[in-house]
């Protein structure tokens, strides 16, 4: 079985779209996996839900998909995210609305447990070192767990009796061989990358194979900026997606 695994698509439609054309040129996959954060920050939160929805994906709840439907204060996030958090409120469905609030905050799935942020906090942790990696893998029983929210590409792999983990920054076509040791796996994000990169990331899971294997993918940075610029949604996030940061 093929599994196409997405995470923080963030209302990027084209992101999303170029990401779906690239896995159908690679054969198509049975099953869609998405970690979170479908909507904030980008033009399009309702189109990404609805596609999203068409593919039946097994998905999760972000906290920027929480936060647009109420269900957690916006006085976290930083001004901008607020601001785009609010936009994106107004943007939604009530059918939308209603299927972000009924998205599970984590899942157990085979060999793999998905969390939004990390398996110890789903919604807010930010797994961005070695050290809260080693810390997490306390918090999951199965031997994988896949995580969104940083943006950024990574695998950490724990190490039996040592006190620390290792961890590779995955770059597009990097294979990832899953052998039975545990691992944490972040398939980056697709429509706000933040490792440098602007092509939108995502993983597909062979089961067969046991294998994964990452992606990049370029799409029309521009007429997402364009249609951000329309909404008067925040410079600072407009222009951040020309650099991947
Ligand atoms: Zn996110």
Redesign the pocket.
Known sequence: MRYAILS?I?GNIEALQAVLHDIESRGNVDYFWCLG?IV?YGPDPGPCIDVVRQQNALCIA?N?DLASIGQIDVGDFNSDAAVACRWTANNLSPDQTEYLANLPHSIQEGDFTLAHGSPREPIWEYILSAFSAYINFSYFDTLYCLV??S?VPVVFKYLEGQTNCTFIEPHSGSTVNLCGERLIINPG?IGQPRDGDPRASYIIYNSDEHAIYYYRVAYNIAATQKKMTESGLPPRLISRLDHGW
Do not use: K, V
Request: no cysteine; aromatic share 0%; glycine share 30%.
């Open positions: 923080d963030h954060d904030g972000g920027h969104g929210h943006h994000s």
